[in-house]
C-alpha cells in the first residue's frame, strides 16, 4: 500500500474507531445507563429506555448525514471528514462528566436524550464518508480490500470498547463501576478524537471528487438530485445494507447484553465471549472483501446472507440453551464468519452504485436510513420483544429476515461503473 493511501485510510479508520468505541461503550454499560438515567422497578424497563437513548442518537442521524453529504459532494470530501470527528468531542466528553437521575432528577434523562441527539448529527455523515472518501482513493480492482478497512474501523472501534468495558468491570468493584467507574472509558475516549481530527486535517482530497469538479459535474442540490435520479437504486441498496446494521446491533452489541441478563453469564464472561467474536468478524471482513476483488461483490455477499438464512436460527438455538460458555462461544464464532462475510465488499458495493458528483451524499443517506431504521432501534426492538413474548429467539427470527431481503434485492443492483479508474490514472500522472 503506498504511504498516500495508508495515510487516508488510517485517517478513516481514527475517525471510525472513535465512533464505534462511543457507541460500543453505551451499549455494553447500558444496564449501568439504564438503573442510574432511568430508574425503575422493572430492570426490562430500565434497558428499554437505555436501549431508547441509544436509539435517539440514530434518529436523528439523517439529519447529520443530510448536513455532511452536502458538504461533502459541494464543498469536498476532507471538509466534510474533518468537521464531523470535530464535533464528536464535545457530546461524548459530556456523557462522562452528566449528573444522574439521583443528582438532578429528571433532567438527567433529558440530557443524556439531547447529548446523544447531537452524537447523531456530528456522526451522521463519518461512517458513509469515510467509506467513500477511502474508496475514491483506490482504483475498482481493489476497492473491495481497501473499502473494507472502513468497516474493519468500527470493528476495531467496537473491540477497544469492548475491551476498555471489559478492563473497567475487572478493575473496578460493582460499587465502584456503578458510581463512577462506567465513565472513564467514556473520557479517556477523547484522546482517540483529537488523533483522527489531527490526521484528517493533513490528508490529500479525493482525486475522484477532484475531477468532478473540475469537470463541472457537481450538482447544486445533490441530495435532491440522490431521490429524483437514484431513488430506485437507494432503496434496493438500503434494503441490502439492512443485513448488514441488523448483524451489526444484534450479535456485535446487543448479544453482550443479551447474555449477561437473559442467559445469566457473567458480565465480564458476556464482553469476553463478545471481543472474540469481534475478533472473528474483522479478520473475515477483510478475507471476504479482497475475495470480492477476484470474484465479485455480489456473489460473496450473497454466499453470505445464504449463510445466515440457514444458520441463524439453529446457532442461536444453541447459543441460549447451552450451558457451557465454550459452546455459546462456538456458535458465536460461527455466526462471526458469516457477519464478517457480508460485511467486507459492502463498502465497495455502495460506492459503485452511485456516480462520483452525489456519491457522498447518496451514501450517507444510504447508511443513514438503514443504520437508525434497523440498526439503532435492535437492541431496544428486541428486547421489547422478548419481554412481551418470553422467547428468547426474536433476534434470530428478526436476523433471518433481514437475510432473506438481503438475497432477494443483491441481484437487481448495479455497478454504476464509468471510466473512472482511467480518469484516476490520467489524474494522478498529472499530478
Not at 437508525?372 to 427470527?397: E, H, R, W, Y
Amino acid at each position: 500500500m503506498k504511504k498516500s493511501l495508508f495515510k487516508t485510510v488510517t485517517a478513516s479508520l481514527i475517525g471510525n474507531l472513535f465512533e464505534w468505541y462511543d457507541f460500543a461503550l453505551f451499549g455494553y454499560f447500558a444496564p449501568i445507563i439504564g438503573k442510574l438515567f432511568f430508574p425503575s422497578d422493572n430492570k426490562a424497563v430500565e434497558l428499554i429506555a437505555a436501549f431508547g437513548a441509544f436509539a435517539a442518537g440514530y434518529l436523528i442521524r439523517p439529519i447529520g448525514g443530510m448536513i455532511f453529504g452536502h458538504i461533502g459532494d459541494r464543498m469536498g470530501r476532507k471538509k466534510a471528514m474533518v468537521l464531523s470527528i470535530l464535533l464528536m468531542a464535545v457530546p461524548t466528553a459530556l456523557i462522562g462528566v452528566l449528573p444522574t437521575y439521583a443528582e438532578i432528577g429528571i433532567w438527567a434523562p433529558i440530557l443524556l436524550m439531547a447529548i446523544r441527539m447531537l452524537q447523531g448529527i456530528s456522526m451522521g455523515g463519518n461512517y458513509g464518508g469515510s467509506i467513500t472518501f477511502t474508496t475514491e482513493h483506490t482504483e475498482p480492482s481493489q476497492r473491495g480490500l481497501i473499502g473494507s478497512f472502513a468497516v474493519t474501523s468500527c470493528l476495531v472501534g467496537i473491540l477497544v470498547g469492548s475491551g476498555a468495558a471489559a478492563l473497567a468491570s475487572y478493575i473496578f468493584s460493582e460499587s465502584t463501576l456503578m458510581n463512577w467507574g462506567w465513565r472513564v472509558p467514556f473520557i479517556v475516549g477523547i484522546l482517540i478524537c483529537f488523533v483522527g481530527f489531527y490526521i484528517r486535517r493533513n490528508i490529500p482530497e479525493s482525486p475522484e471528487y477532484i475531477i468532478a469538479q473540475e469537470a463541472g459535474e457537481l450538482k447544486k442540490n445533490p441530495l435532491r438530485e440522490v431521490f429524483a435520479s437514484h431513488g430506485r437504486t437507494l432503496i434496493k441498496v438500503v434494503m441490502a445494507v439492512m443485513l448488514h446494521d441488523l448483524s451489526f446491533y444484534i450479535l456485535l452489541v446487543y448479544m453482550a447484553t443479551h447474555l449477561s441478563t437473559q442467559l445469566g453469564l457473567s458480565q465480564g464472561m458476556a464482553l469476553a465471549i463478545n471481543t472474540a467474536s469481534l475478533v472473528v468478524v474483522s479478520i473475515f471482513t477483510v478475507a471476504s472483501a479482497w475475495l470480492s476483488d477476484k470474484i465479485g461483490r455480489k456473489a460473496v455477499l450473497s454466499g453470505a446472507a445464504f449463510l445466515f438464512v440457514i444458520g441463524t436460527i439453529p446457532l442461536l438455538n444453541i447459543v441460549n440453551n447451552a450451558q457451557d460458555p465454550w459452546v455459546i462461544l462456538g456458535a458465536q464464532m460461527l455466526l462471526s464468519i458469516a457477519v464478517g462475510g457480508y460485511f467486507g465488499p459492502l463498502p465497495a458495493l455502495m460506492v459503485e452504485a452511485y456516480p462520483t458528483a452525489v456519491r457522498f451524499s447518496a451514501v450517507t443517506i444510504t447508511t443513514n436510513i438503514s443504520g437508525p431504521l434497523f440498526g439503532g432501534t435492535a437492541p431496544m426492538l428486541v428486547t421489547f420483544l422478548i419481554d412481551k413474548t418470553g422467547s428468547n429467539m426474536i433476534p434470530a427470527f428478526y436476523l433471518t429476515f433481514g437475510a432473506v431481503i438481503a438475497l432477494l434485492v443483491l441481484r437487481s443492483i448495479n455497478n454504476h461503473h464509468t471510466d473512472e479508474a482511467t480518469d484516476i490514472d490520467n489524474f494522478k500522472v498529472a499530478a
